[in-house]
Every structure is written in structure tokens, then in C-alpha cells.
């Protein structure tokens, strides 16, 4: 498995983590009166970061990888060329 696979599914399971913790955050907001305790409350913020990182990454993956080099704007295809000015 390469890199950016990797990166890839780890960025899928925080996201699956980030939404669980926010779910208990706010079950927990529900049943209690009052605010819950600081752990619930701050547990969103470490797979948020993580999902940030991983995030910024898999965008900036397709401008920065060895594919693009292949796909030049010089190069047109058949139905990319400019009609003729009558």
C-alpha cells in the first residue's frame, strides 16, 4: 500500500472517529444539565487536526503529483482546438 493510499484510509477512519466523538459530545450536552466534562467536550479537537492535515494533503495531492507532468496544456486533443475565424 503506497503512501498516499494510506493517508487516504487513516482519513477516513478519523473522520468516522470525528463524528462519533461529536455525536457523544452532544449527547452528552442532552443528558446532563449543565455543561459535560472537559474531556468530552475537547475530544473533537484531536481527530479535527488530524483530519486538517490529512485533508490538506489528499487536496494538494493531484497538483503536486508525477501525473500532471504527463498533462501539459501544450498538449490539445482533437475536440479541444479552436474553430477557425470565418
Known sequence: MNTSAWI???HRWVSIIFTLTVIANF???AMRHGLPP???TYAP???LALLV???LYLFA???FSRD???HRP???SVGDQEAPLA
Do not use: K, N
Request: aromatic content about 16%; glycine content about 4%; charged content about 15%.
Open 45 to 47: 479537537l484531536l481527530p
Open 53 to 55: 492535515f490529512t485533508g
Open 8 to 10: 487516504r484510509q487513516f
Open 38 to 40: 472537559p474531556w468530552i
Open 27 to 29: 449527547t452528552a450536552m
Open 68 to 70: 500532471r507532468a504527463r
Open 74 to 76: 501544450s498538449q490539445r
Open 61 to 63: 495531492l493531484p497538483y
